[in-house]
């Protein structure tokens, strides 16, 4: 099954913005990455080392702020690191920029605005194809649309294993209702297919989609090879592939 749009492409928007819009728009998922490799970000440093926010050279000796699991926090504003209130202090954190930063990071999986409504995971694959260019088709300058093309489908092999856990941990969290298995490809950006996972939950906002993401992403990680790596979508009436899981498709888990 092949979905394809042509939507208007607001090349004007913050990253921040762009970010948002990618989540439910596949056409801004080039833009993303375009604008990310050009713009300034935010890191997280250690208190003290740059409590006046200069713009100092960053370099890899600095004192960077990680998660438990080692994925490295950044932000496209640094009022987005007190998004929904998740840290109350004051932080330290250094400017850089996006391709630079992403030179020093190579081999780390980056959470971009972690803490806001809709946030951007880069793997390490993922990092690497934006930096030797090859994520993007050639994308004009004066091009005011961008055409994605993306393929759905089942699968040839399920991910026995995976799957099983997915249905222990899911029978845990009553908001999940039910979940889908799809494979998936978008000439665009991926070298291979992967694994999209869409779920359908009874959630209130992004923050709690998020949990449910994190919980996924970290069961998945022992199940994959080395430069393999999912997608993760709420799924929804009207919303991005519906029409296929809906239509064209059994969830692997219900309720």
Same mark, same amino acid.
């Given at each position: 099954?092949?979905?394809? +749009?042509?939507?208007?492409?607001?090349?004007?928007?913050?990253?921040?913005?762009?970010?948002? @819009?990618?989540? +439910?728009? @596949?056409?801004?998922?080039?833009?993303? !990455?375009?604008?990310?490799?050009? #713009?300034?970000? /935010? %890191?997280?440093?250690? &208190?003290? /080392?740059?409590?006046?926010?200069?713009?100092? #050279?960053?370099?890899?000796?600095?004192?960077?702020? +990680?998660?438990?699991?080692?994925?490295?926090?950044?932000?496209?504003?640094?009022?987005?690191? $007190?998004?929904?209130?998740?840290?109350?202090?004051?932080?330290?954190?250094?400017? %850089?920029?996006?391709?630079?930063?992403?030179?020093?990071?190579?081999?780390?999986?980056?959470?971009?605005?972690?803490?806001?409504?809709? !946030? &951007?995971?880069?793997?390490?694959?993922?990092?690497?194809?934006?930096?030797?260019?090859?994520?993007?088709?050639?994308?004009?300058?004066?091009?005011?649309?961008?055409?994605?093309?993306?393929?759905?489908?089942?699968?040839?092999?399920?991910?026995?294993?995976?799957?099983?856990?997915?249905? +222990?941990?899911?029978?845990?969290?009553?908001?999940?209702?039910?979940?889908?298995?799809g494979w998936m490809f978008n000439a665009r950006i991926d070298q291979k297919p992967h694994y999209l996972f869409a779920i359908e939950c009874d959630i209130k906002n992004g923050a709690e989609f998020k949990e449910i993401a994190d919980v996924i992403s970290n069961l998945c990680k022992p199940h994959l090879k080395k430069h393999e790596y999912i997608d993760i979508i709420r799924l929804e009436k009207n919303g991005n592939f519906s029409d296929y899981f809906y239509n064209?498709?059994?969830?692997? $888990?219900?309720?």
């Open positions: 099954m092949t979905q394809s +749009t042509d939507t208007a492409i607001n090349k004007n928007l913050s990253l921040a913005d762009i970010i948002e @819009k990618a989540g +439910t728009i @596949k056409e801004y998922r080039a833009l993303f !990455y375009e604008k990310f490799l050009k #713009s300034d970000i /935010y %890191v997280l440093v250690k &208190k003290g /080392y740059n409590d006046n926010h200069q713009a100092n #050279s960053f370099n890899a000796n600095a004192p960077i702020i +990680t998660f438990e699991n080692q994925q490295i926090p950044i932000f496209t504003d640094p009022k987005h690191i $007190y998004d929904q209130g998740a840290i109350q202090e004051e932080m330290s954190y250094m400017k %850089v920029n996006g391709r630079a930063f992403l030179e020093l990071a190579m081999g780390h999986n980056i959470l971009v605005n972690p803490f806001s409504k809709v !946030y &951007k995971e880069l793997v390490p694959n993922e990092i690497a194809d934006m930096l030797n260019g090859s994520i993007f088709n050639v994308i004009k300058d004066n091009v005011a649309h961008i055409q994605m093309e993306v393929q759905i489908g089942k699968p040839e092999v399920e991910p026995q294993a995976l799957l099983a856990d997915l249905k +222990t941990t899911f029978s845990s969290i009553p908001i999940i209702s039910s979940a889908y298995l064209h498709d059994q969830p692997f $888990y219900t309720k």
